[in-house]
């Protein structure tokens, strides 16, 4: 679908959306139902996480229509279930024809999970570590590269964010994985000034709690 200047198209039913979605239903229902709405569980933010590392170098519709098949694989992404994984689980997951079969990004995978348990342990929860980088609203302004018709810009945040996983341990999170992620789980509006959707997305980020770091306690004296 070909976007108009103001980088939104009309879909089959009138609306117009981040051209990028439009066309495809599955694609749709993603755009106007999940993509930039916020969000505080765990469990979703990392396979958010995990499927946009598994996305590098594809498309993310072909993660998208693969999604219940890698739910099914990683056990709905629950995060102690996948850091018992071991070496016959990836064994078994590259003769899985039902996700992308990459050892590096599976094993990856197992390795995040058993190093947020350790972030989840410091800082309370997945959500409050990630929601501490949340770009402020002034400092975030969506800019379009007309001549890719891409985000052009990934902002320091998400840098931040990849450097401090990355220090951590973790893997496949280089900042433009990273900056999907925030993207897709409202810590970014990145859907365009015309989009249909934009309005919904941002009255839900403006009452969305953000969740917060709970501090270690210091051992009983």
Known sequence: MEPGRDGVAIGADGRPRCWWCVGDPLYERYHDLEWGRPVADDTRIFEKLCLEGFQSGLSWITILRKRDNFRKAFRSFDIHAVSRFTSRSI???????????????????????????????EAGSLAAHVWLFEPAAESRAFQLDWDTLVDSGVPPEAR????????????FVGPTTVFSMMQSIGLVDDHMEMCSVRPEVEAARSAFPRPRVTLPRSPAM
């Open 91 to 121: 064994d078994r997951l590259l003769l899985d024809p039902g996700i992308v079969r990459h050892r590096g990004k599976i094993a990856a995978t197992i390795n995040n999970a058993k190093r947020c348990i350790d972030l989840v342990e």
């Open 160 to 171: 931040a964010l990849s450097k401090d996983l990355r220090r951590r341990g973790w893997s």
